[in-house]
């Protein structure tokens, strides 16, 4: 009879047993919220907030956690959505409903859940102004966008608006004068840099969109084209970046310098793309370029006004 060595026997104790559960839980609520795009909401929320105040205090995490939880049940709700879609799709198959992770009652539920609390906070925490963009969002990016991408390939264009409001619910809780110059210039910046971002993917997995039964662009016009026209709205997204200093929102010369410098970059990037045989390699280096240089774009502006604040 062959001896069990104790070398052979691996203890695992409930303390890691409970870790791994939890870690798993965790992963898998991510996935379902998105949460790589919902934290880019609340960076934008509190772009918006630091922008509209004149004073530093702990309040814009209200906002910010509000717009993020209710970003989150409006990720949970169109994964609820898309789940026969997404199916059916390489991209997408994997995504929790279609993989079997979890029941797509408990995604509504999830739903839910997110959208009632962040509701909630957003009402007690901060002002009606920003609850009702935050509202309006879920339903824009739910109620319109969604259901309008099974019917246009140009969806993307009123979509872009979900992107704007965000920043615009973070500086209505600091500042209720919402048609300010300053922060519908912010606004539209993330209505325009949403449109090279999806266009972009969309030269990546326009067959897999296809198969989701999602117009696309490049079926309607010709694929040389959709390049020409998102490389135009890159630059358009880096030029209006560039105009900040007309509208009295940096407070130090040095931000504006870095952003210059980054603005070159992006215009090298984008020049690059165009003049690239379209290799899916070039087209994901534009998508995570433009990403990144919106994500700077973001913490150059967030940090110059708190540094402002702290110094003033």
Excluded at 190 to 206: A, E, K, T
Excluded at 220 to 231: A, E, G, Q
Aim: hydrophobic letters at 55%; glycine letters at 6%; aromatic letters at 14%.
């Amino acid at each position: 009879m062959m001896k069990l060595s104790n070398e052979n026997i691996t203890v695992i104790s409930p303390f890691h047993i409970f870790v791994a559960y939890v870690s798993g839980k965790l992963t898998l609520l991510g996935e379902i919220v998105k949460i790589r795009i919902t934290v880019l909401v609340s960076l934008t929320t509190a772009l918006g907030y630091f922008i509209g105040t004149n004073k530093l205090t702990f309040d814009f995490i209200y906002p910010v956690i509000g717009i993020f939880l209710l970003a989150c049940g409006s990720a949970a709700l169109n994964q609820y959505q898309e789940r026969d879609i997404d199916v059916l799709m390489d991209r997408t198959k994997n995504r929790p409903i279609p993989s079997g992770k979890i029941r797509s009652a408990n995604v509504l539920l999830i739903s839910l859940i997110f959208l009632l609390t962040g509701s909630a906070l957003l009402a007690v925490r901060t002002n009606l102004y920003s609850l009702l963009i935050g509202l309006l969002t879920f339903y824009w990016y739910n109620g319109v966008y969604t259901p309008l991408k099974k019917k246009t390939a140009l969806a993307i264009i009123p979509g872009s608006i979900v992107g704007a409001l965000p920043p615009l619910a973070g500086w209505a809780a600091a500042n209720t004068n919402i048609f300010d110059s300053k922060i519908i210039y912010i606004a539209l910046y993330f209505f325009v840099w949403q449109i090279p971002h999806f266009w972009l993917l969309l030269l990546v997995h326009g067959e897999d969109f296809a198969k989701g039964g999602f117009p696309v662009l490049t079926n309607k016009i010709s694929r040389k084209s959709v390049t020409l026209i998102t490389f135009s709205m890159l630059i358009v997204t880096v030029l209006i970046s560039s105009m900040i200093p007309y509208f009295n929102i940096l407070n130090f010369s040095s931000t504006y310098a870095l952003l210059l410098v980054l603005s070159a970059l992006m215009i090298y990037r984008a020049f690059r793309f165009l003049n690239s045989d379209l290799s899916k390699n070039e087209i994901l280096k534009a998508f995570i370029g433009i990403n990144i240089y919106t994500l700077c774009f973001i913490t150059l502006l967030i940090v110059d006004k708190i540094i402002f604040l702290m110094f003033k």
